[in-house]
């Protein structure tokens, strides 16, 4: 049942913001929902802004981006903010061998960009406080996908 409602829930939002117009005036601490690609609308607040672009915090992931299309920040209810984040933070039990955190930082973009559609968070503990440890993994084979890093000597398992 949960998760049916979840379901309605993001369809809905989805379709509301489909229908709102574009932010024309930014201002730091706005609410927004901005489109990413074709995976829809996510729940944002902008941080910063200039002549041609907003800094905004995904609310659900906790990343930042700069956005430049205006027609991909729209206003979102204030309310939406209240809203339990649809992502929980998982700590991977890797660690950085390579000495350059840039190298290492682009080898593990280019390992999720890869994998994003066929993996899964395995947990492998849940902390104090709920806190999660785990790996992403292939979800067919059950493979670390980052496991090329780990047999390179880029990244180790903790």
Not at 54 to 60: A, G, L, Q
Not at 82 to 102: Q, R
Request: aromatic letters at 8%; proline letters at 4%.
């Amino acid at each position: 049942k949960l998760t049916t409602q979840h379901v309605e829930l993001a369809r809905v939002a989805q379709a509301e913001c489909d229908l709102k117009p574009p932010v024309l005036q930014p201002r730091p601490g706005l609410a927004v929902a901005v489109r990413w690609a074709r995976e829809g609308w996510f729940r944002a607040v902008i941080g910063e802004c200039t002549d041609t672009s907003v800094f905004v915090k995904y609310v659900d992931y906790g990343t930042r981006d700069w956005v430049g299309d205006s027609m991909f920040v729209k206003e979102m209810p204030e309310e939406w903010l209240t809203l339990p984040a649809l992502a929980i933070p998982v700590h991977l039990d890797i660690e950085a061998v390579e000495t350059d955190l840039d190298v290492v930082t682009g080898l593990m973009m280019e390992c999720l960009l890869t994998w994003e559609q066929d993996m899964w968070v395995k947990v492998e503990q849940v902390g104090e406080g709920g806190k999660l440890r785990g790996h992403l993994v292939n979800k067919v084979t059950g493979d670390l996908v980052y496991k090329g890093l780990v047999k390179e000597g880029i990244i180790r398992i903790m």
